[in-house]
């Protein structure tokens, strides 16, 4: 007993804060090579012709003819449910570069559980999908959530620069995010980031003088979501594709995307901004995109003279 305090205590006084950070490596990281690699298999449930391509109509009767456990990661963007055309005066964009037809949904709590149900037998044993919520229909989400037998992994928020003008309460500036899995024991999870905290922070971009859907999700946004659920060469499916920002962020960065959009309107915009990206132009290995010593150096200075030391580091 004693000497397990002991243990500890000494275990305490050799803790330096940062240190681990010197030390983190992501759990999967492939070269951008062996990315292409990947990305240039063959998927064994869809045709090439089948696969990196939206779909134009609903979601639910598109999800009922994909084959069970095909679909690696989801990202789900649903309207929120709030009588939204996204040509609203208050939201400050110009109405006549909103393209007409954004799908709104009318009765909430059917509308969810019918989509969330689909999911459960189209995810692989390892999948994750990650839904986007305002907080004003979460319970919808959650609930149906419960009932499809899926197990929420974590609550992730958006938090945004912008919110809409209010009088008489606080202004809404996040977005919920519910990360939820089929599988709590199997589920594929690349911890890309030391310390991967659940608030995600993107300003919203605005895109002046271009056509749009009423809403849009930032790049960095989806990506995160992609790179700690899915390996170059993955499917990732978005049910409600929008402006095709799931698609763009998927093909540039060597994943494959499958995707519905209720509003044709839409076609030529999202067929464009796809047609733009090369496959893994934005994909680099992941190990680069953390820190290096020298970057943490200023906010660790302690943990960076004991890394530096172990590393056999001898100063002048
Ligand atoms: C919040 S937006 C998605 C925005 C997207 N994440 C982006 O970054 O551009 C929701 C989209 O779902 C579409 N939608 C609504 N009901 C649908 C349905 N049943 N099937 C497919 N798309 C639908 C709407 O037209 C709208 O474009």
């Not at 275990?11 to 983190?24: M, S, V």
């Not at 063959?42 to 009767?61: A, H, M, T, W």
């Not at 996040?174 to 905290?197: C, G, R, S």
């Not at 859907?213 to 992609?226: A, D, F, H, W």
């Amino acid at each position: 007993m004693l000497d397990m305090t002991k243990r500890a205590l000494s275990k305490k006084r050799h803790y330096i804060p940062g240190l681990a950070r010197f030390y983190f490596r992501p759990t999967f990281d492939w070269t951008p090579s062996q990315a292409e690699k990947m990305y240039n298999r063959k998927n064994s449930q869809f045709l090439d012709s089948e696969i990196d391509v939206v779909y134009y109509r609903d979601c639910i009767g598109g999800m009922k003819e994909l084959p069970d456990e095909s679909v690696d990661t989801i990202i789900a963007d649903p309207p929120f449910g709030l009588d939204f055309s996204g040509k609203e005066s208050l939201y400050n964009r110009d109405p006549f570069l909103v393209v007409e037809g954004y799908q709104e949904v009318s009765e909430y709590d059917k509308f969810t559980l019918e989509w969330v149900s689909q999911l459960s037998r189209i995810m692989k044993t390892e999948s994750t999908a990650y839904i986007f919520s305002g907080w004003t229909n979460l319970e919808s989400v959650l609930m149906a959530i419960r009932l499809s037998g899926l197990t929420v992994k974590n609550h992730l928020i958006w938090k945004y620069q912008f919110g809409v003008f209010t009088k008489k309460k606080f202004v809404t500036s996040h977005y919920h995010i519910v990360m939820v899995v089929k599988n709590e024991e199997d589920y594929f999870f690349n911890k890309v980031d030391h310390y991967p905290l659940d608030v995600f922070e993107y300003p919203r971009k605005y895109r002046p003088g271009r056509k749009k859907n009423g809403t849009v999700l930032p790049v960095e946004v989806v990506k995160r979501c992609i790179d700690f659920s899915s390996k170059p060469g993955d499917l990732v499916l978005d049910p409600f594709m929008g402006n095709g920002t799931t698609a763009i962020t998927a093909k540039g960065n060597f994943r494959h995307f499958l995707g519905f959009e209720i509003n044709e309107n839409m076609q030529e915009i999202i067929s464009e901004s796809i047609n733009a990206i090369m496959p893994g132009v934005d994909y680099t290995k992941y190990l680069s995109r953390c820190p290096s010593p020298e970057d943490l150096k200023e906010d660790y200075p302690r943990a960076y003279k004991e890394y530096k030391r172990r590393s056999g580091y001898l100063p002048d």
